[in-house]
């Protein structure tokens, strides 16, 4: 069955990166994008940008340009998301989702991301 | 401000049908079949109840049916269970440099 496993909570304080990894299986890594979301507590859902993992193309929604990565390690399946300069308002859950087209349709479990000095 | 546009909340009793509606744009919703619904319990991540407007993956229930017309797609739950109450996204492909866009959700009450 599909699985996306995402990495642990992380704490950082304002300023400093964050980098969330996704380990995809029972699929093929390389047949489907990646999107990322976010969530801030009792908000709605954000889309961040999408990769291709097979030719690694990223698109990053404007909010996010130059301060979010989108990688792949295609040896191990997994993705993996960058967010750089994080301040208060970047405390979310972050979710990874396999991409059918332009349609997340299977989540990973989150990832907490507090930043807090 | 989200995108798309949602009712903040709805409900509905057991065994009663409800629609939740998300407008948006011809940019949006409006131009292209690419519309998907999530549920979303909490503390868990959304899961897929509709895609491509009236789609449902498998092993979704059938009370659950999406449409569109023009810039507004829908989504109706039949038969309305408890294990219904959640919240509700709607998405949409966007022709704009974001590539998707979600509308601010709706939280469904089953009284």
């Known amino acids: 069955q599909v699985q996306l496993v995402q990495s642990g909570a992380e704490v950082k304080k304002p300023g400093a990166s964050v980098k969330v990894s996704c380990k995809a299986s029972?699929?093929?890594?390389?047949?489907?994008?990646i999107n990322w979301v976010r969530q801030a507590t009792g908000q709605g859902l954000e889309w961040m940008g999408w990769?291709?993992?097979?030719?690694?193309?990223?698109g990053y929604a404007q909010k996010f340009q130059g301060r979010v990565t989108m990688t792949r390690n295609t040896s191990i399946s997994t993705a993996y998301m960058e967010l750089s300069s994080l301040r208060s308002e970047d405390t979310a859950v972050y979710y990874c989702?396999?991409?059918?087209?332009?349609?997340?349709?299977?989540w990973g479990q989150g990832t907490l991301v507090t930043v807090s000095s | 401000q989200s995108a798309l546009t949602q009712p903040a909340s709805v409900s509905g009793s057991p065994g009663q049908s409800i629609t939740i509606s998300c407008t948006g744009t011809s940019s949006d919703v409006g131009g292209y079949n690419y519309v998907s619904w999530y549920q979303q319990h909490p503390g868990k991540a959304p899961k897929l109840m509709i895609y491509e407007v009236s789609n449902r993956p498998s092993g979704v229930s059938n009370r659950f049916s999406g449409s569109k017309s023009g810039n507004t797609a829908s989504l109706t739950i039949s038969g309305l269970q408890a294990e219904d109450e959640a919240d509700y996204y709607c998405?949409?492909?966007?022709?704009?440099?974001?590539?998707?866009?979600f509308g601010g959700g709706t939280k469904l009450t089953v009284l």
């Open positions: 029972g699929y093929t890594f390389t047949s489907y994008d």
């Open positions: 990769m291709n993992p097979n030719s690694g193309n990223t």
């Open positions: 989702a396999r991409g059918m087209g332009p349609v997340p349709d299977y």
């Open positions: 998405s949409s492909y966007t022709s704009s440099s974001t590539r998707v866009v």
